[in-house]
T-cell receptor, first 117, second 112 residues
Framework: AQTVTQSQPEMSVQEAETVTLSCTYDTSESDYYLFWYKQPPSRQMILVIR??????QNATENRFSVNFQKAAKSFSLKISDSQLGDAAMYFCAYRATYGAGSYQLTFGKGTKLSVIP | EAQVTQNPRYLITVTGKKLTVTCSQNMNHEYMSWYRQDPGLGLRQIYY???????DKGDVPEGYKVSRKEKRNFPLILESPSPNQTSLYFC???????????FGNGTRLTVT
């Protein structure tokens, strides 16, 4: 079974600074998707960024970028120019491309990010 | 507006009293699923449905039932709720299994 590990339960960052959230995963598949979701206090689940494993290029969405290291099974999220609205719980998630694992997201336990004014 | 709608947002009930949490999507999505979120555990899948009348168990299906009689609706049924089912529940849908998931706003369930 696939597992997703977020080793940092909590992190904090000064406003306007950069922070990196870590995520590692375990899979025997070669093709899969990785995601970062943001959950603010409103408890909505918001897709931040998505990476397809067969794509070498790291995904980027405005101030959010990932460092995808396929061989190391690492998928970290970098938030640049942090803003107060970035304060949230962040979840890393994995989904296989084929087979039974493609019907579910496997989530990490989350990292709570605080932004200090 | 494209959305996944869950109701209710909050629910307090007692052990053993059957309840249903509704989920509806207006995007003609084939795939729908239910997750529960617990502190320190992240989100775990309860059940999913690939299409009408096709459902399957996720990682934590015990104590739950689902049905998919129509494409847009995917209710979660707790026949005899217990306190260990106190949790935050999310319904989600996607066009197919390889498309991004759209989540509902969650249902906070408390079973006393």
């Amino acid at each position: 079974a696939q597992t997703v590990t977020q080793s940092q339960p909590e992190m904090s960052v000064q406003e306007a600074e950069t922070v990196t959230l870590s995520c590692t995963y375990d899979t025997s598949e070669s093709d899969y998707y990785l995601f970062w979701y943001k959950q603010p206090p409103s408890r909505q689940m918001i897709l931040v960024i998505r990476q397809e494993a067969y794509k070498q290029q790291n995904a980027t969405e405005n101030r959010f970028s990932v460092n995808f290291q396929k061989a190391a099974k690492s998928f970290s999220l970098k938030i640049s120019d942090s803003q107060l609205g970035d304060a949230a719980m962040y979840f890393c998630a994995y989904r296989a491309t084929y087979g039974a694992g493609s019907y579910q997201l496997t989530f990490g336990k989350g990292t709570k990010l605080s932004v200090i004014p | 507006e494209a959305q996944v709608t869950q109701n209710p947002r909050y629910l307090i009930t007692v052990t053993g009293k059957k309840l249903t949490v509704t989920c509806s999507q207006n995007m003609n999505h084939e795939y729908m699923s239910w997750y529960r979120q617990d502190p320190g555990l992240g989100l775990r899948q309860i059940y999913y449905s690939m299409n009408v009348e096709v459902t399957d168990k996720g990682d934590v299906p015990e104590g739950y039932k689902v049905s998919r009689k129509e494409k847009r609706n995917f209710p979660l049924i707790l026949e005899s709720p217990s306190p260990n089912q106190t949790s935050l529940y999310f319904c989600a849908s996607s066009l197919d299994r390889n498309s991004p998931l759209h989540f509902g706003n969650g249902t906070r369930l408390t079973v006393t």
